[in-house]
């Protein structure tokens, strides 16, 4: 399986076949838990139209796929799965040692302007000390990714290297820098609640409106929650 696509499509055949996860459930109430009616869950098991980035996230939170098996192949697609599905199971990423744990840096950027849809696929993966990422999360949540564009100068420049952690789906009352979807387009803003159903969507470089957006209209990627700089570039 070499893409998303089909990944996602063995994943929703397999939820509803296999006796420990779902087996016998209809595609009108797996369509229910995964954000999508029974048409679209008819597609997406064809391998047919763009999947929504809540589907992928429904997978993850309610049947514990694995991120990324999901986008890239790499380990089992649930625990568990290795034993009875090998043929899909990719292979298992080894740390370097004990004391590092890997972070995938994603193909591609993330827009801090206009917004850019990322490449799927993986660049390179970065060792971080297992004990530091521990402190800001879970490391199979983490992703780096790139910086571009100017609308987040000067708190972030083009080319920033930046750790997302997709296990923030949601925005602090405090607001933050998030990685967010609005239509197709993924871009790294300021993001700050301002009613219930309002999201106050905002550039750090001032030359750049703030943007007030209904929260049906934007997906949460995640929370940027470390960045690195070239110092020279």
């Known amino acids: 399986m070499n893409d998303l696509t089909a990944r996602c499509a063995w994943a929703i055949k397999t939820i509803q076949t296999d006796h420990d996860l779902d087996r016998g459930i ?3 109430d797996l369509g229910k838990i995964l954000g999508a009616d029974k048409n679209t869950m ?7 139209g763009l999947l929504k980035g809540k589907v992928i996230d429904n997978l993850v939170k309610c049947y514990h796929f694995n991120p990324m098996w999901l986008f890239n192949g790499e ?6 799965a ?3 599905y090998p043929e899909v199971c990719g292979p ?12 995938p840096q994603v193909s591609g950027a993330i ?3 206009s917004g850019l849809i990322p490449e799927e696929g993986v660049d390179l993966r970065v060792a971080f000390r297992r004990d530091w990422i521990a402190r800001k999360g879970r490391s199979q949540n983490m992703s780096l990714i790139k910086v571009q ?5 000067s708190t972030l420049l083009d080319g920033d290297l930046v750790m997302v952690d997709h296990g923030h789906t949601f925005i602090a009352s405090r607001g933050g820098i998030y990685a967010i979807s609005i239509g197709d387009e993924i871009m790294i803003k300021r993001v700050q609640p301002v009613f219930p159903d309002k999201l106050l969507v905002i550039s750090d470089n001032k030359q750049y409106s703030p943007q007030e957006i209904s ?3 934007i997906r949460v990627n995640g929370k940027v929650i470390w960045y690195a700089r070239d110092l020279e570039r």
């Open 111 to 113: 827009s801090a302007g």
């Open 92 to 103: 298992e990423i080894a740390a370097p040692s004990e004391e590092y744990v890997f972070i």
């Open 42 to 48: 008819s597609r997406y098991r064809r391998e047919k």
């Open 75 to 80: 380990g089992e697609p649930f625990p568990g």
């Open 82 to 84: 290795r034993a009875r």
């Open 26 to 28: 209809t595609d009108v």
């Open 215 to 217: 929260t049906e209209n």
């Open 149 to 153: 564009g100017d609308s987040m100068e």
